[in-house]
């Protein structure tokens, strides 16, 4: 997790330290635990960094008073060591020359440290990113120069990382390398820039060159040297790429959160995930013909995109197809099973999530095929994948996903439908999908207030369930993960039927029990519900207006409405008053929902 940016400036500036607090503020949504910059000035390298979000640390230890033409910034997601100032990146050397920041876990960490500690090197962090500059500092006392320095020790790394370094004998330059970790570099006219993500540096650039893996280089003001590690320079010529994002889309406008933003912007959102996936019609295509070609569908995803996963694979089923969906951090044991004529759908918002990523390469080595579904076309997930269809939905700053998981759900609907060849019933969905900027704003609107005050009970309850049949499952996963995650109130997601094995016992009077009906009703829930409520549960249920029976009118204690709709459109609506529950939930709580504790968008971390 944790978000990197470097700048290389053309001269001097003032504004360095103010510069990198801004590209850090974007990349906040990576990890928020601590925060830190390095510039060199003057023949010195200045350092300042402390525990807190890129706002108050910035404040507290002066960041806009830092000038210079070269320095490095990092927002932290802790994985070696706590969020202490100590461990805050960047890191430097014994000589105070050096200064790194880092985004991954070096697996050799220990042992390079023992090496590194035998020959007299002292370190002040409990970090694995701290053997960097050390490293390099003891590579260079022989002579060497800081690139080749640099290289070498990038060599000795086992893990992932995205690494950006800064030396004070190379005062112009910025060093980097990338192994699994996101890294792009950005050719701006007034500066080269390199970052974990291109939305740190738009208001310099966006041209872009998507650094591979193993691949090392350096930066200075017009010129860019990329070279992969055992290999030779690599010919940028072909690799800069143009991404076209307007920077209204990052600012929170009008709301106190960009959770809430993000809610409301879904029938937005939607709109342009459907616009693309009608005229990206090659991309589209491309992913129906390997789809069209499988024997089994698997999908993995992480989160939100494994809950949408479990949707997409359910709706393949319904269709009639061989489908499952996996875990992405359990991918390594299922996809045993994986073999050429298999497609492996890849959901992952980022396109960056590690676990997906390395379920997609495992997948690739045993011959599958493999479809992304992603929120950024320049992801190392999009461009591993034989093809890979583009979400469209705008930059998610909050952490919990609310606007790409109703896309990805939106998309797979799609997907799903195409690949079934028949065109009539393609159609048929494509024009009820088309009604879901209306549908969603209506749900919105609905759900809102009923969302409020539901959230005064949940403020003040330890727990919850939220049970469903069939596609009611998935959307109660995700319903219950959204309150877990911004709210911090326990939820568990379960299938109906399955609930009275083991849950049911913790139901007393008052406990929390939400029914999630989508599609079809399925009468079995009625006794579900009744089982609950017989325990004193408060019942609340979510379904499509109309459908309520007299026993779900019974044993409700409230009953959400939403319009009736076709299935499709269902599976993408539906969880929006679960959105919105969390959402005034965590507000009701006196908590920031856009940065939760502990969680980071973005896992780039085993
Ligand atoms: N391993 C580094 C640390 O704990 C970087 C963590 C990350 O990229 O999430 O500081």
């Known amino acids: ?19 990198l607090t801004e590209s850090l503020k974007r990349l906040e949504y990576r990890g928020y635990d601590s925060v830190g910059i390095a510039v060199i000035d003057g023949g010195a390298l200045r350092l300042a960094k402390n525990v807190g979000t890129v706002d108050i640390v910035a404040r507290v230890e002066g960041f806009a008073r830092l000038s210079g033409s070269v320095g490095v910034g990092h927002t932290r997601w802790a994985t070696h060591g706590a969020p202490t100032r100590e461990n805050a990146h960047p890191h430097t050397d014994c000589g105070r020359r050096i200064a790194v920041v880092h985004n991954g876990i070096i697996e050799n960490y220990a042992e390079l440290r023992e090496m590194l500690r035998s020959r007299g090197h002292v370190f002040t962090s409990e970090t694995d990113t701290e053997v960097v500059p050390h490293l390099v500092e003891e590579l260079k006392s022989s002579g060497t120069d800081t ?20 030396d004070v004998d190379e005062p112009r330059r910025i060093f980097f390398a990338r192994r699994v970790s996101p890294l792009i570099v950005g050719l701006g006219d007034e500066a080269i ?69 993000e809610i409301r912007e879904q029938p937005h959102s939607l709109a342009q995930t459907l616009s693309g996936l009608v005229s990206a019609k090659e991309e589209v295509e491309r992913a129906v013909r390997i789809l069209g070609g499988s024997d089994t569908v698997y999908f993995i995803g992480a989160g939100s995109s494994y809950h949408a996963s479990l949707i997409g694979a359910l709706y393949l089923r319904y269709l009639g197809f061989r489908a499952y969906a996996i875990v992405a951090s359990e991918a390594g044991a299922y996809l045993r099973g994986v073999r050429e004529g298999d497609v492996v759908v890849a959901v992952s918002q980022s396109g960056e999530t590690i676990d997906t990523l390395l379920a997609v390469r495992e997948s690739i080595r045993r011959g599958a095929k493999v479809v992304a579904l992603v929120n950024n076309p320049l992801s190392t997930i999009a461009r591993e994948a034989d093809a890979y269809v583009y979400l469209r939905s705008g930059p998610e700053i909050s952490v919990a996903a609310t606007k790409t998981f109703t896309s990805q759900v939106a998309a797979l609907v799609y997907l799903g439908s195409a690949l079934t ?26 759900s809102e207030s009923v969302a409020k005050s539901l959230a005064k009970r949940m403020s003040s309850v330890p727990s919850a369930y939220y049970l469903g049949r069939a596609f009611g499952y998935p959307i109660s996963a995700e319903g219950a993960l959204k309150i877990k995650e911004v709210a911090y109130v326990h939820a568990e997601a379960y299938p109906a039927g399955e609930s009275k094995h083991g849950p049911i016992s913790l139901v007393v009077c008052g406990f929390p029990v939400f029914f ?29 207006s109309g459908m309520a029976t007299p026993v779900i009118e019974k044993n409700s204690d409230v009953m959400i409405q939403l319009p009736r709709l076709s299935l499709e459109v269902s599976l993408v609506t539906h969880v929006v008053p679960y959105q919105l529950l969390a959402y005034y939930t965590a507000v009701e709580r006196g908590l920031d929902p856009d940065k939760p504790r502990n969680l980071a968008k973005t896992v780039t971390v085993f």
């Not at 009625?526 to 609950?532: A, D, F, K, P, V």
């Open 1 to 19: 997790m944790c978000g990197i940016v470097a700048i290389t400036a053309s001269g001097r500036r003032e504004d360095l330290g103010l510069i």
């Open 516 to 544: 999630t009906v989508v599609g079809e009703l399925d009468e079995l829930i009625e006794g579900n519900i009744e089982e609950m409520k017989a325990r004193g549960a408060y019942a609340i249920t979510v379904l499509p």
């Open 147 to 166: 690139y080749s320095a640099f290289k070498k020790a990038v060599s000795a790394l086992r893990g992932a990382f995205a690494i950006v370094l800064i």
């Open 193 to 261: 820039l390199a970052s974990s993500d291109i939305v740190s540096i738009l208001p310099f650039t966006n041209r872009v060159i998507v650094l591979n893996d193993d691949e090392v280089g350096y930066a200075e003001p017009g010129l860019v040297f990329i070279e992969a590690l055992g290999g030779g320079p690599v010919d940028l010529g072909g690799r800069v790429v143009r991404v076209e994002y307007a920077m209204g889309e990052f600012e929170k406008g009008p709301y106190e959160h960009y959770m809430l933003k």
């Open 421 to 446: 060849g028949d065109s009539s019933r393609v159609d048929r969905v494509l024009e009820s999908l088309r009604r879901l900027p209306d549908v969603t704003a209506l749900v919105i609107e609905s």
